[in-house]
């Protein structure tokens, strides 16, 4: 977040470094060879809101992606958790 901030200090705008993310994955994703599999691996947060973990970019191993996308899930229902807790 304070990368995307610093840019918008910048005066980047938010389409322009989505659009600069997504020609950077581009260019990993025309690296593999043909028949490579893909590996992603998506946690929907909320409506609309994802985290996506592509192999390809993250350089991490199948296994080790589960892991973190694990760890993640229970970071998030934590949160959700509390958020209720402090509605009621």
Do not use: W
């Given at each position: ?16 470094l ?8 581009q ?62």
């Amino acid at each position: 977040m304070r990368n995307v901030k610093a840019l918008q200090e910048q005066g980047y705008t938010l389409a322009r470094l989505v659009e600069l993310k997504r020609q950077t994955h581009q260019e990993v994703l025309n690296r593999r060879e043909i028949g490579e599999p893909l590996t992603v691996i998506e946690i929907p947060v909320d409506p609309g809101i994802s985290i996506e973990f592509r192999q390809e970019i993250c350089g991490l191993t199948q296994p080790q992606m589960i892991k973190l996308a694990q760890a993640f899930l229970e970071v998030i229902k934590s949160e959700k958790d509390k958020a209720a807790q402090e509605e009621q």
